[in-house]
């Protein structure tokens, strides 16, 4: 599956914020659910003030149990969770 230019473009701002120091870590809430989150940020200046532009957020727990990665087998496909109790 092919990644979309805007990630890819947001990917390489992270890159070079990361290469030039330029990364934060922000403690937020979640817009939606009022839970704190812990925020990946770029920083940026803008006039002599800090501008942090979030990227993305630390996962709680064990990460591996939050994302299911492409499938090997099928280039447009995602590896599907394993459902017990599942009839066909």
Request: hydrophobic share 35%; proline share 10%; net charge negative.
């Amino acid at each position: 599956m092919s990644i979309p230019a805007y990630a890819r473009s947001n990917f390489q701002t992270l890159l070079r914020a990361a290469g030039d120091g330029n990364l934060a870590l922000m403690a937020c809430l979640d817009a939606q659910t009022g839970s704190p989150r812990y925020v990946i940020c770029a920083v940026g200046r803008d006039d002599g003030d800090y501008v942090f532009t979030p990227f993305g957020h630390l996962t709680d727990g064990n990460p591996y149990d939050a994302y299911l990665p492409p499938d090997p087998g099928d280039p447009d496909g995602f590896v599907r969770p394993d459902v017990q109790g599942e009839t066909s």
